[in-house]
């Protein structure tokens, strides 16, 4: 069976138990365990799901972690359980964190049985403020989420290829994040960075003055998927004014130009039929200018007759 159809088949036993689900071990037993089964840990084989596995140093007190899930005997995830329903962003559990490099783990897991978030081992300076780099909701998902649980399953489990993974995902968001926030404030290395980037010289603080408005404009392009803002430039009238009024940006609609097409397109149509209609008309004057009786050719047959 599929990992796929694994996860379907816990997705409706799990709606069917969901009213029934008030406390953790029930929690345990009818959705975390089964999970573990469909990522192809046994949970009935304490070699590869152990519970109750203690982390952290005497001194600071040792705490247990819910379960650990092992591969050829060393410890691959870290997983702490809560009953079903509880928010899992309200609960302190940092000392997985901290137990990474005790027990050489790579990953933890946070769960209640319906929603899990996947942790990795990162540096960190890059950890971000502590979101997971992988979530899925066991309720609700689709088949490309369920794809994205296959490299934590024990069979295809990759170590490297998680925190690679996690890595890019952790870093790209905070990167799309921080553009976001600089396109209403850039700061000023960034500002300074592109400016010399496309200016020859130094770039001095009135270049750089200059360059605050223009790096908005390109971030907020980027940040609205691309559409581009165009310079507007001035008319007739507005020669005589000043160059900041001349450095106004106009969006440019992307709908405008389709729209004239088919204008100009109906407009050169109903030309063409007038024309049409008018020629057809001087044909129809000619002919009923004409006189379809021929007098010679009359008198001539009278002639001979």
Same mark, same amino acid.
């Given at each position: 069976m599929?990992l !796929?159809d694994r996860?379907?088949?816990?997705q409706?036993s ?17 959705l975390?365990l089964?999970f573990?089964s469909?990522?192809g840990?046994?949970p009935?084989?304490?070699?590869e799901?152990?519970p109750?596995f203690?982390?952290?140093v005497e001194?600071q007190g ?5 379960y650990?899930?092992?591969?050829d005997g060393a410890?691959? /995830?870290?997983v $702490?359980c809560?009953? %079903?329903?509880?928010d899992?962003? %309200?609960? &302190?559990d940092? =000392?997985?964190?901290q137990?990474f490099?005790?027990l ?11 929603r899990y978030?996947?942790h990795a081992?990162?540096?960190?300076? /890059?950890?971000?403020?502590g979101?997971? =780099? !992988?979530? =899925?909701n066991l309720?609700?998902?689709d088949s490309r989420q369920? #794809?994205?649980?296959?490299p934590?399953?024990?069979?295809? =489990?990759?170590?490297?290829?998680? !925190?690679? %993974?996690?890595y890019?995902?952790?870093c790209?968001?905070l990167?799309r994040?921080?553009?976001? $926030?600089?396109q ?8 300074r ?9 130094d770039?001095?603080d009135?270049v ?8 908005q404009?390109? !971030?907020?392009e980027l940040v609205?998927g691309?559409r581009?803002?165009q310079?507007?430039?001035?008319g007739?009238?507005?020669?005589s004014?000043?160059?900041a009024d001349?450095?106004e940006?106009?969006?440019?609609? #992307? ?7 088919p204008?100009?397109?109906? $407009?050169?149509?109903?030309?063409? %039929?007038e ?6 008309? &001087?044909?129809? &004057?000619?002919?009923e ?6 007098k010679d050719l ?8």
């Amino acid at each position: 069976m599929e990992l !796929l159809d694994r996860i379907s088949a816990l997705q409706s036993s799990a709606e069917r138990q969901l009213h029934a689900l008030d406390n953790l071990k029930k929690t345990e037993n009818a959705l975390i365990l089964p999970f573990f089964s469909a990522l192809g840990y046994d949970p009935f084989d304490v070699r590869e799901v152990e519970p109750d596995f203690e982390v952290g140093v005497e001194e600071q007190g040792r705490k247990a972690v819910s379960y650990v899930l092992k591969k050829d005997g060393a410890p691959v /995830i870290l997983v $702490q359980c809560e009953e %079903a329903g509880t928010d899992l962003g %309200a609960s &302190d559990d940092s =000392f997985l964190f901290q137990s990474f490099d005790e027990l050489g783990a790579d990953v933890a897991a946070f769960t209640n049985g319906l929603r899990y978030r996947f942790h990795a081992n990162l540096d960190a300076r /890059i950890r971000g403020d502590g979101r997971p =780099f !992988l979530e =899925f909701n066991l309720l609700e998902h689709d088949s490309r989420q369920v #794809a994205e649980l296959e490299p934590l399953t024990r069979p295809a =489990f990759d170590a490297e290829a998680i !925190l690679s %993974a996690a890595y890019n995902r952790t870093c790209g968001r905070l990167l799309r994040e921080y553009v976001v $926030q600089q396109q209403h404030t850039p700061d000023e290395p960034l500002v300074r960075f592109l400016a010399t980037q496309v200016y020859e010289g130094d770039v001095s603080d009135d270049v750089l003055k200059r360059f605050y408005p223009v790096v908005q404009t390109v !971030l907020r392009e980027l940040v609205d998927g691309g559409r581009e803002i165009q310079w507007q430039a001035p008319g007739r009238d507005d020669r005589s004014g000043s160059s900041a009024d001349a450095s106004e940006f106009a969006e440019t609609e #992307a709908s405008e130009s389709p729209k004239k097409e088919p204008e100009r397109a109906t $407009q050169e149509k109903g030309a063409s %039929a007038e024309e049409e209609k008018a020629t057809l008309g &001087d044909d129809e &004057d000619e002919q009923e200018g004409e006189d379809p009786f021929d007098k010679d050719l009359a008198r001539r047959v009278i002639d001979d007759f």
